[in-house]
């Protein structure tokens, strides 16, 4: 396999959406810098969200049968917080050292959101593609929300 | 301060995960990416066969991403940190699940669902970073290994005679299928195509349009050309150093009473675009029309093609007046003035003894100059970075 093909988003024929995106525009309700055009984002902890995998396995199997859809649900870890941005002074940065992550009711994580050293392309398998593999750039990310601290106990919010 | 208009965002996993890969970005390629009409990418390895061949020290299998002139190897950085990739939330939640997260949401909670919510798709445990190796990235080993020798010994016309006659059945391949044979060797190449098509016109490549196949000629071949199309461009009056049409220059290599032709008219292409000026030069896919040759570059790679096809090893080294004499006769009468050791390139020769001459392959040559560059750009570095692996492993050399 010597060459694999790695669309950018204008070399594509059609307009490149993420496997699995929503066909109607969803509200972003992160704050304007972190927003892309994709919605994509990058939250990166010092941890590991742990979710069950027994299920997981069966949904894998689903996943092959193309299936995701049908199957793909969300469940809720916590809440975002970003305590000192407003959507009024979206200029001022100075909100970006302050992120908080709660996990359940009663820990909070702080963090801050980074701008990149170098910015990310978020590459995936191009959606359609039969037989050969193709890769496609889905968005580029300039900034992350991080979380570099270990949680803290809180009363519930 | 928190203050009232802060929201909560809910924040979800998503089940199943998607599968996705983060490239970190140099700026070069984060400026092509973010154009208009970026390219398309290409992620090449080389073919099993071509990485046994050539031996990679530092990695024994490896990708490369192409852009269409540059070259990046990919290196996968593991992270102890789990970042996730979130985009917002679809409203797949059940609200029971909520509960976890807020006791009343749904009814009175402060979370108004499903507006407010983003979810991680995926978790990626590395990313991909980008690098050149200082020496850069060049086709000319992988060519050197996956294309024929060709090689003709003068006295050679019957064999080739016969050649030609078996191979009339075929018939000449077109440019659309010169191209792809050309293509076809191209695609195992792991850089980028503007890296292979420079390697290509380096070693003077061609595809043999009778026999369809791809050939390197030898160092003696391109020498034989070079000898030949001087005759006949002196013959003929064509001066090399203004433009002249190539197909002249290829009537002035057939002799006239003797209808076969000494190699293939590919060859004397290839060398025609070799040595063409660089601003002049057609891209592969074009035809070489037009061409006009520079007598100092002229003269250099005939110097470096007389050494490599007489005297290729320090045991066959040559004597260094010698090589000057013959090295001057292969030249147009005007360009013999040129000729000079010093008009070589630095480390394209070498001297077993103080009278005595002989060439370095262009492998060896960089390993050479890499060691003689290597340590004051490496002490260059240390005073720069704040990265202590490298200053202390550069303080421990000294």
């Given at each position: 396999?010597?060459?694999i093909?790695?669309?950018?988003?204008?070399?594509?024929i059609?307009?490149?959406?993420?496997?699995?995106?929503?066909?109607?525009?969803?509200?972003?309700?992160?704050?304007?810098?972190?927003?892309t055009?994709?919605?994509?984002?990058?939250?990166?902890l010092?941890a590991?969200?742990n979710v069950?995998?027994?299920?997981?396995?069966?949904?894998?199997?689903?996943?092959?049968?193309?299936?995701?859809?049908?199957?793909s649900?969300?469940?809720?870890?916590g809440?975002?917080?970003f305590?000192?941005?407003?959507?009024?002074?979206?200029?001022?940065?100075k909100?970006?050292k302050?992120?908080?992550?709660?996990?359940?009711r009663?820990?909070?994580m702080?963090g801050e959101?980074?701008k990149?050293?170098?910015?990310?392309?978020?590459l995936?398998?191009?959606?359609?593609?039969v037989?050969t593999?193709?890769?496609?750039?889905?968005?580029?990310?300039?900034?992350?929300?991080?979380?570099?601290?270990?949680p803290?106990p809180?009363?519930?919010v | 301060?928190?203050?009232?208009?802060s929201?909560s965002?809910?924040?979800t996993n998503?089940h199943?995960?998607?599968?996705f890969?983060?490239?970190?970005?140099?700026?070069?390629?984060?400026?092509?990416?973010?154009?208009?009409?970026?390219?398309?990418?290409?992620?090449?390895s080389?073919?099993?066969a071509?990485?046994?061949?050539?031996?990679?020290?530092?990695?024994?299998?490896y990708?490369?991403?192409?852009?269409?002139t540059q070259?990046?190897?990919?290196?996968?950085?593991?992270s102890?940190?789990s970042?996730?990739i979130?985009?917002?939330?679809?409203g797949q939640?059940?609200?029971?699940?909520?509960?976890?997260?807020e006791?009343?949401?749904?009814?009175?909670g402060?979370?108004?669902?499903?507006?407010?919510?983003?979810?991680a798709i995926a978790?990626?445990?590395?990313?991909?970073?980008?690098?050149?190796?200082?020496?850069?990235?060049?086709a000319?080993?992988?060519?050197?290994?996956?294309?024929?020798?060709?090689?003709?010994?003068?006295g050679?016309?019957?064999?080739d005679?016969?050649?030609d006659?078996s191979?009339?059945?075929?018939?000449?391949?077109?440019?659309?299928e010169?191209?792809?044979?050309?293509?076809?060797?191209?695609?195992?190449?792991?850089?980028?195509?503007?890296?292979?098509?420079?390697?290509?016109t380096e070693?003077?490549?061609?595809?043999?349009?009778?026999q369809g196949?791809?050939?390197?000629?030898?160092?003696?071949m391109?020498?034989?050309?070079w000898?030949?199309?001087?005759?006949?461009?002196?013959?003929?009056?064509?001066?090399?150093e203004?433009?002249?049409l190539?197909?002249?220059?290829?009537?002035?290599?057939?002799?006239?009473?003797?209808?076969s032709?000494?190699?293939?008219?590919?060859?004397?292409?290839?060398?025609?675009r070799?040595?063409?000026?660089?601003?002049?030069r057609?891209?592969?896919?074009?035809?070489i029309?037009?061409?006009?040759f520079?007598?100092a570059?002229?003269?250099?790679?005939?110097?470096?093609?007389?050494?490599?096809?007489t005297?290729?090893?320090?045991?066959?080294?040559?004597?260094?007046?010698?090589f000057?004499?013959?090295w001057?006769?292969?030249?147009?009468?005007s360009?013999?003035?040129?000729?000079?050791?010093?008009?070589?390139?630095?480390?394209?020769?070498?001297?077993?003894?103080?009278?005595?001459?002989?060439?370095?392959?262009?492998?060896?040559?960089?390993q050479?100059?890499?060691?003689?560059?290597?340590a004051?750009?490496?002490?260059?570095?240390?005073k720069?970075?704040?990265?202590?692996?490298?200053?202390?492993?550069n303080q421990?050399?000294?």
């Amino acid at each position: 396999m010597p060459s694999i093909t790695l669309h950018t988003r204008s070399s594509g024929i059609t307009q490149t959406t993420p496997a699995n995106a929503p066909s109607h525009p969803v509200h972003n309700p992160l704050p304007q810098l972190l927003q892309t055009p994709s919605g994509l984002a990058l939250l990166e902890l010092q941890a590991t969200i742990n979710v069950p995998t027994s299920e997981a396995e069966q949904d894998d199997r689903s996943e092959d049968n193309g299936l995701a859809n049908s199957t793909s649900y969300e469940t809720p870890i916590g809440k975002l917080m970003f305590p000192d941005y407003s959507i009024h002074n979206p200029d001022d940065t100075k909100w970006m050292k302050r992120v908080y992550l709660y996990v359940g009711r009663y820990q909070r994580m702080t963090g801050e959101v980074k701008k990149l050293p170098r910015p990310i392309a978020v590459l995936q398998k191009r959606a359609g593609t039969v037989g050969t593999e193709e890769l496609e750039v889905v968005e580029i990310v300039r900034y992350k929300v991080f979380f570099k601290s270990r949680p803290e106990p809180v009363n519930d919010v | 301060m928190a203050t009232q208009d802060s929201r909560s965002i809910l924040f979800t996993n998503t089940h199943p995960q998607q599968g996705f890969r983060l490239l970190e970005l140099t700026p070069e390629l984060e400026a092509l990416l973010s154009s208009k009409d970026a390219p398309a990418l290409e992620l090449k390895s080389p073919s099993a066969a071509l990485a046994r061949a050539v031996v990679d020290p530092s990695a024994p299998e490896y990708v490369n991403l192409c852009t269409p002139t540059q070259t990046y190897r990919i290196r996968q950085v593991q992270s102890s940190n789990s970042l996730h990739i979130l985009r917002p939330s679809l409203g797949q939640i059940s609200r029971a699940d909520i509960k976890v997260v807020e006791e009343e949401a749904g009814e009175s909670g402060t979370l108004n669902l499903p507006d407010e919510a983003v979810t991680a798709i995926a978790k990626c445990g590395s990313t991909l970073e980008l690098h050149v190796p200082p020496g850069g990235f060049s086709a000319v080993p992988f060519l050197e290994k996956s294309l024929g020798l060709y090689e003709k010994r003068s006295g050679d016309d019957d064999g080739d005679i016969a050649m030609d006659e078996s191979s009339n059945g075929a018939g000449a391949l077109g440019p659309a299928e010169t191209r792809q044979m050309r293509d076809r060797v191209l695609v195992d190449v792991p850089v980028s195509s503007a890296q292979c098509e420079a390697g290509w016109t380096e070693i003077c490549a061609f595809v043999d349009e009778e026999q369809g196949v791809c050939w390197r000629p030898s160092a003696r071949m391109r020498l034989n050309v070079w000898k030949r199309l001087m005759e006949g461009a002196i013959l003929q009056g064509i001066d090399l150093e203004k433009q002249f049409l190539v197909g002249d220059l290829w009537k002035s290599v057939l002799d006239d009473d003797d209808a076969s032709e000494p190699f293939p008219r590919a060859l004397l292409e290839a060398v025609a675009r070799r040595l063409c000026v660089e601003d002049e030069r057609p891209s592969l896919a074009d035809e070489i029309k037009w061409a006009s040759f520079d007598k100092a570059e002229c003269t250099q790679w005939v110097g470096e093609i007389y050494l490599a096809a007489t005297a290729p090893t320090p045991s066959s080294a040559t004597g260094r007046s010698d090589f000057l004499r013959e090295w001057k006769d292969c030249l147009p009468e005007s360009w013999r003035d040129e000729v000079a050791l010093s008009k070589l390139q630095p480390g394209s020769y070498q001297s077993p003894d103080p009278t005595t001459i002989c060439f370095v392959e262009p492998s060896q040559r960089q390993q050479v100059s890499k060691t003689s560059a290597a340590a004051p750009a490496a002490a260059a570095k240390a005073k720069t970075t704040r990265n202590w692996h490298e200053l202390l492993k550069n303080q421990k050399r000294r």
